[in-house]
């Protein structure tokens, strides 16, 4: 009986949404909708094409989020979401969508909706269709312009690694995979072995001089331990070069660091300085 009760009342509640907030609004293909500007004559959007619209997600009482975006249009996810809600629109068009927002929620935000009503009022304009054809056209023009220029850098690695070997004079050869080691001062601690945990002193340096990464900054050594996969493979092999006490100078090429990828503050195919002063080893 508890559980018909509930069943009941969601019947209820459905036929609510529908009643009380759909005047005016056409139901199909199990949407809400109301145009406010509509273009019957323009185009609409197919699977795969490129979009740019504007959008307001709300209550009936408050908006939640607002922004103009592209995004893809792809087969819907469930019946009646924002995708099918897209491809209702022409060129030009602007309408109003009214969803239930848990659903809503559930699929795309993966978090509970944040209002204790069910509706969910979605306002969008099409402003631009890029079709799928001339979309994946440019994605691939795209794609030739960035290999073409990881291919650029990845050649000038060589001549900036020669650049600055000649303007400060490094005579040391480089070791068999590439790494500059440049001892400065020789200590007469332990030496540096897999496992040992190092502290260090260490600035990290583009060649231009720029300075990425430093120890000094804060005043406290560097704990590292040898062999985990925390520091980058130049570094590694560097550490194993030296003892408690000893200070050098390390020219790394990118594939000991961090290689074609790059990463957050450092180009791909970029080779790097560091400075090391060994403070300790356990």
């Not at 068999?176 to 020789?186: A, H, N, V």
């Given at each position: 009986m508890k559980n018909l009760t509930k069943l009941m009342i969601a019947i209820l509640a459905l036929v609510a949404l529908e009643t009380s907030c759909s005047h005016g609004f056409i139901k199909e293909?199990?949407?809400?909708?109301?145009?406010?500007m509509e273009n019957k004559d323009s185009v609409q959007p197919q699977i795969g094409d490129l979009v740019e619209f504007s959008y307001s997600f709300r209550t009936k009482d408050s908006v939640i989020s607002e922004n103009q975006i592209e995004d893809i249009i792809i087969e819907?996810?469930?019946?009646?979401?924002?995708?099918a809600a897209l491809r209702k629109l022409h060129l030009g068009d602007s309408a109003?969508?009214?969803?239930?927002?848990?659903?809503?929620?559930h699929y795309f935000m993966d978090e509970p909706f944040p209002s204790?009503?069910?509706?969910?009022?979605?306002?969008?304009?099409?402003i631009k269709i890029t079709p799928k054809e001339e979309f994946e056209k440019q994605q691939a023009e795209k794609m030739k312009q960035y290999e073409s220029f990881?291919?650029?850098l990845k050649n000038l690695e060589e001549s900036m690694i020669n650049d600055y070997i000649t303007n400060n004079k490094?005579?040391?050869?480089?070791?068999?995979?590439?790494?500059?080691?440049?001892?400065?001062?020789?200590g007469k601690g332990k030496p540096i072995l897999?496992?040992?945990?190092?502290?260090?002193?260490l600035t990290g340096k583009l060649l231009n001089g720029t300075i990425f990464s430093s120890s000094l900054d804060s005043g406290v050594p560097f704990e590292i331990t040898v062999g985990n996969s925390q520091i980058i493979l130049g570094l590694k092999e560097?550490?194993?070069?030296?003892?408690?006490?000893?200070?050098?100078?390390?020219?790394?090429?990118?594939?000991?660091?961090?290689?074609?990828?790059?990463?957050?503050?450092?180009?791909?195919?970029?080779?790097?300085i560091f400075d090391l002063e060994i403070v300790s080893v356990e």
């Open positions: 293909d199990g949407l809400l909708y109301k145009f406010h819907s996810i469930y019946l009646g979401d924002v995708y109003t969508f009214i969803m239930n927002g848990d659903t809503f929620y204790d009503k069910s509706e969910l009022y979605f306002d969008a304009k099409l990881m291919e650029e490094v005579k040391v050869k480089p070791c068999e995979s590439g790494l500059y080691f440049m001892k400065s001062f020789s897999i496992g040992s945990k190092v502290s260090v002193n560097a550490l194993l070069l030296m003892k408690e006490g000893d200070k050098a100078t390390v020219l790394i090429p990118s594939k000991l660091a961090y290689g074609k990828n790059g990463n957050r503050i450092i180009q791909p195919y970029t080779p790097l």
